[in-house]
């Protein structure tokens, strides 16, 4: 299957997904990235994927960096697009376009804490436990059918850097794993929920 993955920094979920990609049935057929300096090209470069940079404070209006993005991941005519670690909010024409082919990983146990800063808020709110999610990517920021989480503990000393850490773990394990339940053809988007070989998760 051909998949487009979206960046805006250091693309370690990027690295997994390369990492696993032939086992996972994916071809990345191009990233792109909101930021020049975002250090997942030079990972997709050395992986011989094809890069683009679309910066999004060259843009007047969140339409047109959208526009410009769709038209990009369009011309690979993708089964499936990736947002991994991809930091900007999309108008509802965008996740429209892609409804039922688009992922987003989100570094907190969704619903709790949709936005910036997961980290250092689950901490601050005395949270025992933490994660990521996986979800489908709806007109609701970070509000999309919850497909996958995974767990963490927040130890008494933790700091946002140690617990992100932690979480990253996890979340370069789960991401490939997610992707490949859509590459086989097992997980799909049906009326808003997403479901697992016929099951609503
Ligand atoms: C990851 O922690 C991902 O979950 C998060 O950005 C980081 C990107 O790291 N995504 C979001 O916050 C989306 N709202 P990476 O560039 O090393 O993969």
Redo the contacts with the bound molecule.
Sequence with gaps: MRGVVL????????QAIIDQANNIDLDVSCVISSHADAY?LTRAEKANIPTHVIDHTEFDSREDFDQAVSKTIDQYNPDIVI?????RIFTEAFAQHYCGKML????SLLPKFQ??N?HQRAIDAGESEHG?SIHFVTAKL?GGPIIAQSRVAILADDNSSSL?KR??VE?HKLFPKVIHWFTQGRLKLENDNAVLDGKIL
């Design positions: 960046i805006s920094g250091s693309g370690s979920n990027l997942g947002l991994a670690g991809f930091m987003n990983i989100h570094p936005g910036l997961t990521v970070d992100a979480v990253l979340e």
